[in-house]
Nanobody, 127 residues
Framework: VQLQASGGGLVQAGVSLTLSCAASGRSFRDYAIGWFRQAPGKEREFVGAIGSSGSAPHYAGSVKGRFTISRDNAENTVYLQMNSLKPEDTAVYYC?????????????????????WGKGTQVTVSS
């Protein structure tokens, strides 16, 4: 599966922004999709992940309550809706995929244990 994140940009603190992760390939619904971010000079950070069809997303504590992940299997797309953005959310955001049709959550996803990675999209939040 190939992934492409899009929708980044320069925004002011407090606004909302929605990123998209478009996937190509078959059986998209059998893939868990994760969102990660990497700020300059920092390690890559788990943002959240959504398992295969019907499973509830999991989020990092730093974004829980502000970010929402959803998926549209008909469109082979996963979305990351980001509300109440803060300057510390500034980073390159990546989406990644793991073929896993039977598991709603795996802790290894939080550690970046995904097989396929897309190119990132830059999100910059100004204060």
């Amino acid at each position: 599966v190939q992934l492409q994140a899009s929708g980044g940009g320069l925004v002011q603190a407090g606004v909302s922004l929605t990123l998209s992760c478009a996937a190509s390939g078959r059986s998209f619904r059998d893939y868990a999709i994760g969102w990660f971010r990497q700020a300059p000079g920092k390690e890559r950070e788990f943002v959240g992940a959504i398992g295969s069809s019907g499973s509830a997303p999991h989020y990092a504590g730093s974004v829980k309550g502000r970010f929402t992940i959803s998926r549209d299997n008909a469109e082979n797309t996963v979305y990351l809706q980001m509300n109440s953005l803060k300057p510390e959310d500034t980073a390159v955001y990546y989406c990644a995929a793991d073929y896993n049709p039977f598991t709603s959550w795996s802790s290894r996803w939080e550690e970046g244990g995904m097989h396929y990675w897309g190119k990132g999209t830059q999100v910059t939040v100004s204060s």
